[in-house]
């Protein structure tokens, strides 16, 4: 995951924390590049990283802040711990009793603690991935809990639900990158289709690299929340840009690689075709400057101006600014909500 999405998901999970310089938790840590981003951005104190498989902590990355353990979700060896902020990311899937992981939770969470579950649920499989491997679509709805599943689980271990976020940042700089990666060391998922589906989705893969290279779409600089726009939305741009512009079709240029671009088609009364880029700042962008769509858009019409081959700015908006995360905060709390990770 390139460095600025792993500080961008650090800091919106960071801001769930009911405190400042966190204790933290992480469960199923894996190689702890979460542990570390949160020892290094979330100002944390100490991260403990616990997994079950000893082997990927023997791989897993040091910092002084980090302590790893080996030990399951479903018996943390943590006797009079006082968790501020736990995070389970992409592991509720593999427990085989969420309602247990919940209990251990809660038990070692101090009143008002916070766990972040970062996962993808069953009802919102909107990865690029499926779009190469479609296979693995109906192969992850086995395998990923609902979002209800989730909630259900932990509310009977007596964890409150604070809140449902949901947040994309993109896990390679482009597709060619993404591609190598897959290639280099394919995650566990493409262990489930045969050597034929595998390589069919690297074809696939390999002619929308070709595809992109072949072109340059104008581009929509705009800010609105995390998530492919709906209809409605897309209808809404066009019309300001254009009102005799028609939605012919969009789709995620992003998913897992950049979950904030949308293509659109759209089609002129003459019927000549419009390629479109809606551009999605996110909160590490904002951050740095709230009024990033404009900013970015002033520079490409400066750009063009001077006669540089940029993308045509068209548009932008950052009259909203939201983003949503999955949060879980312990019921023994004073009602409060979890912070917003964006303002
Ligand atoms: C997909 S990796 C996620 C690693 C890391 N949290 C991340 O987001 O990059 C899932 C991890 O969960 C661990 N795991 C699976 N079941 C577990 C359990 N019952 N208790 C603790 N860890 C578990 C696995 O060993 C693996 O390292």
């Given at each position: 995951m390139p460095e600025e999405s792993l500080r961008a998901w650090a800091e919106l999970i960071a801001a769930c924390?009911?405190?400042?310089?966190p204790d933290v938790l992480d469960v199923g840590?894996?190689?702890g590049m979460f542990a570390v981003a949160l020892a290094r951005?979330?100002?944390?104190?100490i991260v403990i990283a616990i997994d079950a498989s000893p082997a990927m902590l023997a791989h897993a990355d040091r910092h002084e802040n980090v302590r790893y353990l080996t030990a399951d979700a479903a018996a943390?060896?943590?006797?009079g711990a006082r968790i501020d902020l736990a995070l389970l990311s992409r592991v509720v899937h593999h427990l085989p009793d969420r309602r247990r992981a919940g209990a251990e939770l809660k038990r070692v969470l101090r009143p008002g603690g916070v766990a972040v579950v970062r996962t993808t649920v069953r009802e919102r499989l909107?990865?690029?991935?499926y779009e190469y491997w479609p296979e693995l679509r109906r192969l992850d709805a086995g395998r990923f809990p609902s979002e209800s599943e989730i909630i259900t689980d932990f509310s009977a271990a007596g964890l409150r639900v604070a809140g449902v976020l949901s947040f994309g940042q993109p896990v390679q700089p482009g597709l060619r990158a993404w591609r190598d990666a897959v290639q280099r060391r394919p995650q566990?998922?493409?262990?489930?289709?045969?050597g034929e589906q595998f390589r069919s989705g690297m074809e696939r893969l390999d002619k929308a690299i070709a595809a992109a290279a072949s072109w340059r779409p104008d581009m929509i600089a705009a800010m609105r929340p995390p998530g492919p726009p709906d209809a409605a939305a897309l209808a809404r741009i066009l019309a300001a840009i254009d009102p005799a512009l028609r939605l012919v079709s969009s789709r995620p240029l992003?998913?897992?690689?950049?979950?904030q671009v949308t293509m659109l088609e759209a089609s002129l009364p003459d019927g000549a075709a419009q390629r479109l880029v809606v551009r999605q700042y996110g909160p590490a962008n904002l951050r740095s400057d709230p009024h990033s769509a404009t900013h970015e858009h002033r520079l490409l019409t400066v750009l063009r101006a001077a006669g540089l081959p940029v993308p045509h700015p068209r548009w932008s908006d950052e009259s909203v600014r939201s983003c949503r995360s999955r949060t879980w905060s312990r019921?023994?709390?004073?009602?409060r909500s979890a912070p917003s990770p964006v303002s």
């Open positions: 924390s009911p405190v400042l310089t840590a894996g190689t951005w979330a100002e944390a104190r943390l060896p943590l006797a909107d990865s690029i991935v566990s998922k493409f262990g489930q289709l045969t992003a998913g897992g690689v950049s979950a019921s023994s709390s004073p009602a």
